[in-house]
Protein backbone atom coordinates (compact mmCIF):
# COMPACT_ATOMS: atom_id res chain seq x y z
CA UNK A 1 0.00 0.00 0.00
CA UNK A 2 1.35 3.39 -0.88
CA UNK A 3 0.39 6.21 0.75
CA UNK A 4 0.25 10.18 -0.30
CA UNK A 5 -0.11 13.38 1.48
CA UNK A 6 -3.69 14.75 2.11
CA UNK A 7 -2.72 18.05 0.61
CA UNK A 8 -1.97 16.27 -2.91
CA UNK A 9 -2.92 17.40 -5.91
CA UNK A 10 -4.87 14.52 -7.68
CA UNK A 11 -6.66 14.90 -11.63
CA UNK A 12 -6.11 15.06 -15.24
CA UNK A 13 -5.26 17.66 -17.83
CA UNK A 14 -5.90 19.01 -21.41
CA UNK A 15 -5.29 21.59 -23.96
CA UNK A 16 -7.67 23.99 -25.46
CA UNK A 17 -6.72 23.21 -29.30
CA UNK A 18 -7.23 19.31 -28.48
CA UNK A 19 -10.43 19.08 -26.92
CA UNK A 20 -12.42 22.72 -27.09
CA UNK A 21 -13.07 22.25 -31.18
CA UNK A 22 -13.13 25.27 -33.72
CA UNK A 23 -10.22 27.02 -32.69
CA UNK A 24 -10.21 29.28 -36.17
CA UNK A 25 -7.98 31.76 -35.66
CA UNK A 26 -5.24 29.75 -34.64
CA UNK A 27 -1.91 28.86 -37.18
CA UNK A 28 -2.67 24.69 -36.33
CA UNK A 29 -6.44 25.19 -37.81
CA UNK A 30 -5.03 26.20 -41.03
CA UNK A 31 -1.71 24.05 -41.23
CA UNK A 32 -3.91 20.93 -40.75
CA UNK A 33 -5.82 21.47 -43.90
CA UNK A 34 -2.87 22.73 -45.89
CA UNK A 35 -0.86 20.14 -44.80
CA UNK A 36 -3.80 17.59 -45.55
CA UNK A 37 -3.89 16.45 -41.73
CA UNK A 38 -6.88 15.47 -39.88
CA UNK A 39 -9.52 18.42 -39.43
CA UNK A 40 -9.36 18.80 -35.71
CA UNK A 41 -12.65 20.46 -36.31
CA UNK A 42 -15.18 20.23 -33.16
CA UNK A 43 -12.49 17.47 -31.06
CA UNK A 44 -14.41 17.17 -28.23
CA UNK A 45 -17.05 19.91 -28.18
CA UNK A 46 -15.27 20.67 -24.80
CA UNK A 47 -15.77 24.62 -25.66
CA UNK A 48 -19.38 23.94 -24.88
CA UNK A 49 -19.38 21.03 -22.70
CA UNK A 50 -16.91 21.82 -20.26
CA UNK A 51 -19.70 22.09 -17.04
CA UNK A 52 -20.63 18.00 -17.84
CA UNK A 53 -17.03 17.66 -18.70
CA UNK A 54 -15.86 18.59 -15.09
CA UNK A 55 -19.17 17.19 -13.32
CA UNK A 56 -17.50 13.89 -14.54
CA UNK A 57 -14.20 15.39 -12.89
CA UNK A 58 -15.49 15.45 -10.14
CA UNK A 59 -17.69 12.61 -9.93
CA UNK A 60 -13.90 10.79 -10.20
CA UNK A 61 -12.70 12.71 -7.13
CA UNK A 62 -10.27 14.98 -8.79
CA UNK A 63 -9.45 17.93 -6.76
CA UNK A 64 -7.28 19.05 -9.45
CA UNK A 65 -7.34 20.34 -13.15
CA UNK A 66 -5.25 21.82 -16.04
CA UNK A 67 -6.25 23.40 -18.92
CA UNK A 68 -4.58 25.78 -21.35
CA UNK A 69 -5.99 29.14 -22.38
CA UNK A 70 -6.42 29.31 -26.46
CA UNK A 71 -4.22 32.69 -27.16
CA UNK A 72 -6.36 33.04 -30.79
CA UNK A 73 -9.64 33.22 -28.90
CA UNK A 74 -8.41 35.63 -26.59
CA UNK A 75 -6.28 38.14 -29.21
CA UNK A 76 -7.85 36.75 -32.79
CA UNK A 77 -6.35 39.94 -34.36
CA UNK A 78 -3.37 41.65 -33.41
CA UNK A 79 -4.08 43.72 -30.19
CA UNK A 80 -7.80 43.12 -30.08
CA UNK A 81 -8.79 41.19 -27.28
CA UNK A 82 -12.14 39.78 -27.04
CA UNK A 83 -13.47 40.14 -23.87
CA UNK A 84 -16.40 37.84 -24.48
CA UNK A 85 -13.30 34.55 -24.82
CA UNK A 86 -11.77 36.35 -21.57
CA UNK A 87 -15.36 35.63 -19.43
CA UNK A 88 -15.50 32.66 -21.13
CA UNK A 89 -11.99 31.09 -19.45
CA UNK A 90 -13.21 33.13 -15.96
CA UNK A 91 -16.25 30.63 -16.37
CA UNK A 92 -14.55 27.93 -17.04
CA UNK A 93 -12.29 28.82 -13.68
CA UNK A 94 -15.12 29.17 -11.66
CA UNK A 95 -17.00 26.20 -12.54
CA UNK A 96 -13.97 24.23 -11.78
CA UNK A 97 -13.42 26.24 -8.34
CA UNK A 98 -17.45 25.38 -7.63
CA UNK A 99 -16.34 21.96 -7.73
CA UNK A 100 -13.71 22.42 -4.92
CA UNK A 101 -11.22 21.76 -8.25
CA UNK A 102 -7.62 23.70 -8.45
CA UNK A 103 -7.20 25.01 -11.97
CA UNK A 104 -3.64 24.76 -12.92
CA UNK A 105 -3.86 27.66 -15.89
CA UNK A 106 -1.44 26.60 -18.96
CA UNK A 107 -0.83 29.89 -21.07
CA UNK A 108 0.73 28.39 -24.32
CA UNK A 109 0.36 25.11 -25.36
CA UNK A 110 2.09 24.93 -28.57
CA UNK A 111 -1.06 26.84 -30.97
CA UNK A 112 -0.58 30.30 -32.03
CA UNK A 113 -3.09 33.24 -33.45
CA UNK A 114 -2.50 33.41 -37.04
CA UNK A 115 -1.71 37.10 -37.34
CA UNK A 116 1.40 36.17 -34.62
CA UNK A 117 2.57 33.54 -36.99
CA UNK A 118 2.40 36.07 -39.93
CA UNK A 119 4.95 37.75 -38.34
CA UNK A 120 7.40 35.49 -38.19
CA UNK A 121 5.98 33.46 -34.58
CA UNK A 122 8.36 32.60 -32.35
CA UNK A 123 11.37 33.56 -35.00
CA UNK A 124 10.52 37.09 -34.34
CA UNK A 125 12.34 39.08 -31.77
CA UNK A 126 9.21 40.73 -31.01
CA UNK A 127 7.56 37.54 -30.18
CA UNK A 128 8.20 38.00 -26.67
CA UNK A 129 6.56 41.33 -25.69
CA UNK A 130 3.48 40.37 -27.87
CA UNK A 131 3.22 36.94 -25.58
CA UNK A 132 3.43 39.02 -22.93
CA UNK A 133 0.86 41.51 -24.17
CA UNK A 134 -1.06 38.58 -23.83
CA UNK A 135 -0.14 37.17 -20.42
CA UNK A 136 -1.01 40.33 -18.72
CA UNK A 137 -4.38 40.71 -20.41
CA UNK A 138 -5.39 37.10 -18.92
CA UNK A 139 -3.21 37.01 -16.26
CA UNK A 140 -4.85 40.09 -14.80
CA UNK A 141 -8.60 39.65 -15.03
CA UNK A 142 -8.09 35.91 -13.59
CA UNK A 143 -5.40 36.53 -11.18
CA UNK A 144 -8.36 36.13 -8.40
CA UNK A 145 -9.05 32.69 -8.91
CA UNK A 146 -5.77 31.21 -10.07
CA UNK A 147 -2.72 29.66 -7.82
CA UNK A 148 -0.93 27.24 -10.69
CA UNK A 149 0.35 28.98 -14.15
CA UNK A 150 1.89 27.37 -16.79
CA UNK A 151 3.33 29.59 -18.60
CA UNK A 152 4.47 27.17 -21.69
CA UNK A 153 4.01 23.95 -22.69
CA UNK A 154 6.84 21.90 -23.63
CA UNK A 155 9.12 24.33 -25.01
CA UNK A 156 11.38 21.56 -26.35
CA UNK A 157 8.89 19.63 -27.66
CA UNK A 158 7.70 22.68 -30.03
CA UNK A 159 10.75 23.78 -31.18
CA UNK A 160 11.76 20.07 -32.26
CA UNK A 161 8.94 19.34 -34.01
CA UNK A 162 7.79 22.47 -35.65
CA UNK A 163 11.64 23.97 -36.33
CA UNK A 164 14.04 20.78 -36.02
CA UNK A 165 11.88 17.75 -37.76
CA UNK A 166 9.86 20.36 -39.06
CA UNK A 167 6.57 17.92 -38.76
CA UNK A 168 4.30 20.63 -37.28
CA UNK A 169 3.51 24.40 -38.33
CA UNK A 170 5.16 26.21 -39.34
CA UNK A 171 7.41 23.25 -40.74
CA UNK A 172 11.12 24.40 -40.83
CA UNK A 173 14.27 22.91 -40.79
CA UNK A 174 16.82 24.97 -39.50
CA UNK A 175 18.94 24.89 -36.44
CA UNK A 176 19.82 28.82 -36.63
CA UNK A 177 15.62 29.35 -36.09
CA UNK A 178 15.32 26.60 -33.42
CA UNK A 179 18.02 28.62 -31.50
CA UNK A 180 16.21 31.74 -32.00
CA UNK A 181 12.87 30.15 -31.28
CA UNK A 182 14.81 28.85 -27.85
CA UNK A 183 16.13 32.40 -26.74
CA UNK A 184 12.31 33.51 -27.55
CA UNK A 185 10.82 31.16 -25.47
CA UNK A 186 13.22 30.71 -22.77
CA UNK A 187 12.92 34.75 -22.58
CA UNK A 188 9.13 34.75 -22.59
CA UNK A 189 9.14 32.27 -19.86
CA UNK A 190 11.29 34.63 -17.58
CA UNK A 191 9.34 37.23 -18.15
CA UNK A 192 6.25 36.13 -18.01
CA UNK A 193 7.42 34.80 -14.78
CA UNK A 194 8.61 38.33 -13.16
CA UNK A 195 4.94 39.42 -14.36
CA UNK A 196 2.74 37.65 -13.16
CA UNK A 197 4.65 37.89 -10.03
CA UNK A 198 4.10 41.58 -10.09
CA UNK A 199 0.68 41.41 -11.04
CA UNK A 200 -0.68 39.43 -8.06
CA UNK A 201 2.14 41.73 -5.77
CA UNK A 202 0.44 44.93 -7.40
CA UNK A 203 -3.22 43.53 -6.57
CA UNK A 204 -2.23 42.08 -2.83
CA UNK A 205 -2.99 38.65 -3.65
CA UNK A 206 -1.18 35.81 -2.05
CA UNK A 207 2.19 35.01 -4.30
CA UNK A 208 1.36 32.32 -7.35
CA UNK A 209 3.12 29.20 -8.01
CA UNK A 210 4.11 29.51 -11.83
CA UNK A 211 6.31 27.54 -13.75
CA UNK A 212 6.44 25.20 -17.43
CA UNK A 213 5.47 21.70 -18.66
CA UNK A 214 8.68 20.90 -19.27
CA UNK A 215 8.75 17.30 -21.28
CA UNK A 216 11.48 14.62 -19.61
CA UNK A 217 12.13 11.26 -20.98
CA UNK A 218 14.47 8.69 -19.90
CA UNK A 219 17.58 8.17 -21.78
CA UNK A 220 18.67 4.13 -21.52
CA UNK A 221 22.07 2.89 -23.39
CA UNK A 222 21.22 -0.18 -25.42
CA UNK A 223 24.31 -2.71 -24.65
CA UNK A 224 26.54 -0.67 -22.18
CA UNK A 225 29.43 0.28 -24.55
CA UNK A 226 30.88 3.39 -23.43
CA UNK A 227 29.73 5.53 -26.44
CA UNK A 228 26.06 4.11 -25.55
CA UNK A 229 26.23 5.29 -21.79
CA UNK A 230 28.09 8.24 -22.94
CA UNK A 231 25.54 9.61 -25.05
CA UNK A 232 22.68 8.96 -22.91
CA UNK A 233 24.34 10.79 -20.07
CA UNK A 234 24.57 13.55 -22.29
CA UNK A 235 21.10 14.07 -24.02
CA UNK A 236 19.37 13.21 -20.50
CA UNK A 237 21.56 16.50 -19.74
CA UNK A 238 20.60 18.12 -22.23
CA UNK A 239 17.04 17.43 -22.89
CA UNK A 240 15.72 16.82 -19.02
CA UNK A 241 18.10 19.46 -17.85
CA UNK A 242 19.11 22.04 -20.42
CA UNK A 243 16.08 24.15 -20.55
CA UNK A 244 15.78 24.18 -17.07
CA UNK A 245 19.21 25.61 -16.73
CA UNK A 246 18.74 27.71 -19.39
CA UNK A 247 16.21 29.71 -18.45
CA UNK A 248 18.07 30.36 -14.78
CA UNK A 249 20.87 31.88 -16.35
CA UNK A 250 21.31 35.41 -15.78
CA UNK A 251 18.92 35.09 -12.68
CA UNK A 252 20.69 36.62 -9.64
CA UNK A 253 22.57 33.48 -7.70
CA UNK A 254 20.81 31.09 -10.41
CA UNK A 255 17.55 31.17 -8.44
CA UNK A 256 15.52 29.41 -11.06
CA UNK A 257 12.00 31.78 -12.37
CA UNK A 258 10.27 28.35 -11.22
CA UNK A 259 8.09 27.89 -8.33
CA UNK A 260 7.23 24.68 -8.71
CA UNK A 261 8.88 22.27 -11.78
CA UNK A 262 5.92 21.00 -13.45
CA UNK A 263 6.75 17.91 -15.64
CA UNK A 264 5.44 15.73 -18.40
CA UNK A 265 6.89 12.40 -18.72
CA UNK A 266 5.27 9.67 -21.16
CA UNK A 267 8.34 7.54 -21.87
CA UNK A 268 12.26 6.47 -22.95
CA UNK A 269 14.46 6.16 -26.05
CA UNK A 270 16.70 3.75 -26.11
CA UNK A 271 20.26 4.98 -27.00
CA UNK A 272 22.23 3.19 -29.74
CA UNK A 273 25.33 5.13 -31.52
CA UNK A 274 25.66 3.70 -34.82
CA UNK A 275 29.00 5.60 -35.79
CA UNK A 276 30.88 8.62 -34.06
CA UNK A 277 29.69 11.74 -34.66
CA UNK A 278 27.81 15.03 -33.66
CA UNK A 279 24.74 13.77 -34.81
CA UNK A 280 24.63 10.77 -33.98
CA UNK A 281 25.33 11.20 -30.56
CA UNK A 282 22.58 13.53 -30.66
CA UNK A 283 19.70 11.20 -32.61
CA UNK A 284 20.77 7.74 -32.80
CA UNK A 285 18.56 5.37 -31.11
CA UNK A 286 17.92 1.65 -31.51
CA UNK A 287 15.86 0.30 -34.45
CA UNK A 288 16.38 -3.46 -33.54
CA UNK A 289 13.54 -4.83 -31.77
CA UNK A 290 15.42 -6.90 -29.43
CA UNK A 291 13.99 -5.02 -26.07
CA UNK A 292 11.02 -6.75 -24.63
CA UNK A 293 8.91 -4.11 -23.75
CA UNK A 294 5.37 -2.92 -24.29
CA UNK A 295 4.40 0.13 -26.34
CA UNK A 296 1.57 2.30 -26.39
CA UNK A 297 -0.65 2.77 -29.26
CA UNK A 298 1.67 5.19 -31.01
CA UNK A 299 4.66 3.22 -30.34
CA UNK A 300 6.51 4.30 -27.50
CA UNK A 301 8.15 2.70 -24.68
CA UNK A 302 6.57 1.82 -21.35
CA UNK A 303 9.22 2.80 -18.67
CA UNK A 304 7.74 4.22 -15.39
CA UNK A 305 10.91 3.57 -13.37
CA UNK A 306 12.40 6.25 -16.24
CA UNK A 307 10.21 8.87 -13.98
CA UNK A 308 11.48 7.94 -11.22
CA UNK A 309 15.02 8.60 -12.73
CA UNK A 310 14.55 12.00 -13.15
CA UNK A 311 12.59 12.67 -10.51
CA UNK A 312 16.19 12.09 -8.79
CA UNK A 313 17.75 13.78 -10.97
CA UNK A 314 15.63 16.70 -10.61
CA UNK A 315 15.47 16.60 -6.85
CA UNK A 316 19.32 18.94 -6.67
CA UNK A 317 16.81 21.89 -7.57
CA UNK A 318 15.48 21.50 -4.39
CA UNK A 319 11.72 22.73 -5.82
CA UNK A 320 8.39 20.92 -5.60
CA UNK A 321 7.48 18.99 -8.55
CA UNK A 322 3.97 18.30 -10.12
CA UNK A 323 3.24 15.98 -12.92
CA UNK A 324 1.37 18.50 -15.33
CA UNK A 325 1.16 14.79 -17.57
CA UNK A 326 1.93 11.88 -17.72
CA UNK A 327 -0.49 9.09 -19.81
CA UNK A 328 -0.52 6.42 -22.39
CA UNK A 329 -2.58 5.91 -25.61
CA UNK A 330 -4.00 2.86 -25.77
CA UNK A 331 -7.35 0.44 -27.01
CA UNK A 332 -6.42 -1.52 -24.36
CA UNK A 333 -7.71 0.24 -21.03
CA UNK A 334 -6.64 -2.29 -18.44
CA UNK A 335 -3.17 -1.25 -19.71
CA UNK A 336 -3.79 2.32 -19.22
CA UNK A 337 -4.45 1.56 -15.35
CA UNK A 338 -1.58 -0.69 -15.39
CA UNK A 339 0.66 2.26 -16.41
CA UNK A 340 -0.77 4.71 -14.06
CA UNK A 341 -0.36 2.12 -11.35
CA UNK A 342 2.85 1.50 -11.98
CA UNK A 343 4.11 4.85 -12.53
CA UNK A 344 2.14 6.70 -9.08
CA UNK A 345 4.48 3.40 -7.80
CA UNK A 346 7.42 4.96 -8.98
CA UNK A 347 6.63 8.40 -7.61
CA UNK A 348 5.89 7.22 -4.43
CA UNK A 349 9.45 5.91 -4.52
CA UNK A 350 10.90 8.70 -5.49
CA UNK A 351 9.22 10.58 -2.82
CA UNK A 352 10.55 7.86 -0.60
CA UNK A 353 14.04 9.37 -0.97
CA UNK A 354 13.32 12.95 -0.49
CA UNK A 355 11.58 14.75 -4.11
CA UNK A 356 8.52 16.14 -3.14
CA UNK A 357 6.12 15.58 -5.93
CA UNK A 358 3.22 17.74 -5.11
CA UNK A 359 1.19 16.71 -7.93
CA UNK A 360 -0.18 13.91 -10.03
CA UNK A 361 -2.18 15.19 -13.68
CA UNK A 362 -3.06 12.20 -15.75
CA UNK A 363 -2.77 12.92 -19.96
CA UNK A 364 -5.93 13.20 -20.61
CA UNK A 365 -9.46 13.40 -18.67
CA UNK A 366 -10.94 12.95 -22.02
CA UNK A 367 -9.53 11.07 -25.76
CA UNK A 368 -8.37 14.29 -27.74
CA UNK A 369 -6.75 15.86 -30.60
CA UNK A 370 -3.78 14.16 -30.99
CA UNK A 371 -1.88 16.83 -33.34
CA UNK A 372 0.01 15.85 -36.31
CA UNK A 373 -1.48 12.34 -35.41
CA UNK A 374 -5.19 12.97 -35.41
CA UNK A 375 -8.00 11.35 -33.45
CA UNK A 376 -6.69 7.76 -33.68
CA UNK A 377 -4.39 7.65 -30.31
CA UNK A 378 -6.90 7.35 -27.38
CA UNK A 379 -5.13 8.81 -24.11
CA UNK A 380 -8.61 9.30 -22.45
CA UNK A 381 -9.55 7.98 -19.09
CA UNK A 382 -13.05 8.79 -20.57
CA UNK A 383 -13.46 7.94 -23.91
CA UNK A 384 -15.12 10.13 -26.29
CA UNK A 385 -17.43 9.15 -29.42
CA UNK A 386 -16.56 11.47 -31.76
CA UNK A 387 -20.03 10.86 -33.91
CA UNK A 388 -21.94 11.36 -30.51
CA UNK A 389 -19.94 13.83 -28.55
CA UNK A 390 -21.19 11.05 -25.51
CA UNK A 391 -18.32 10.59 -22.93
CA UNK A 392 -17.80 6.96 -21.23
CA UNK A 393 -15.71 6.93 -18.56
CA UNK A 394 -13.54 3.94 -18.52
CA UNK A 395 -12.56 1.61 -15.79
CA UNK A 396 -9.11 3.31 -15.40
CA UNK A 397 -11.20 6.12 -14.84
CA UNK A 398 -12.86 4.51 -11.82
CA UNK A 399 -9.70 2.85 -10.44
CA UNK A 400 -7.67 5.85 -10.32
CA UNK A 401 -10.80 7.79 -8.62
CA UNK A 402 -10.44 5.59 -5.50
CA UNK A 403 -6.86 6.63 -5.52
CA UNK A 404 -7.50 10.46 -6.15
CA UNK A 405 -10.09 9.87 -2.95
CA UNK A 406 -8.22 8.98 -0.10
CA UNK A 407 -4.29 9.05 -1.64
CA UNK A 408 -3.87 5.30 -1.37
CA UNK A 409 -2.50 2.78 -3.76
CA UNK A 410 -3.23 -0.86 -3.21
O1 LIG B 1 -1.13 15.40 -26.49
C1 LIG B 1 0.14 15.76 -26.06
C2 LIG B 1 0.09 17.08 -25.32
O2 LIG B 1 -0.42 18.10 -26.11
C3 LIG B 1 1.46 17.49 -24.86
N1 LIG B 1 2.13 16.40 -24.18
C4 LIG B 1 2.13 15.11 -24.79
C5 LIG B 1 0.71 14.71 -25.14
C6 LIG B 1 0.71 13.31 -25.76
O3 LIG B 1 1.48 13.29 -26.91
Known amino acids: MFKFPKDFLWGAAT ?34 LYEHDFDIAKSLNHNAHR ?17 KELQHYLDVILALKKRNIEPVVTLHHFTNPIWFTKRGGWENQHSVERYLRYCNFVVRALAKHVRYWITINEPTIFISHAYILGVWPPQKKSLLKAAY ?63 LERISMGNFLKRMPLDFIGINYYSRQV ?25 NSLGWDIYPKGLYDVLLELKKYNLPIMITENGICTYDDGQRWKY ?30 EWDKGFAPRFGIVGINYKTYKRTIRKSAKKFAEVCKNGILK
Open 181 to 243: VEEHLALAHIKAYHLIHNIYKGLHLNKPKVSIAHNVMAFVPCKHSLRNRLAAYLRAKVYNIGF
Open 271 to 295: VAIKQLGAGNMAMDTCEKKHHRISK
Open 340 to 369: IHDHLKYIHRAMRKGVKVIGYLYWSLMDNF
Open 67 to 83: FSIEWSRIEPYEGKFSH
Open 15 to 48: SSYQVEGNNKNCDWWQWEKKAGKTISGDACRHYG
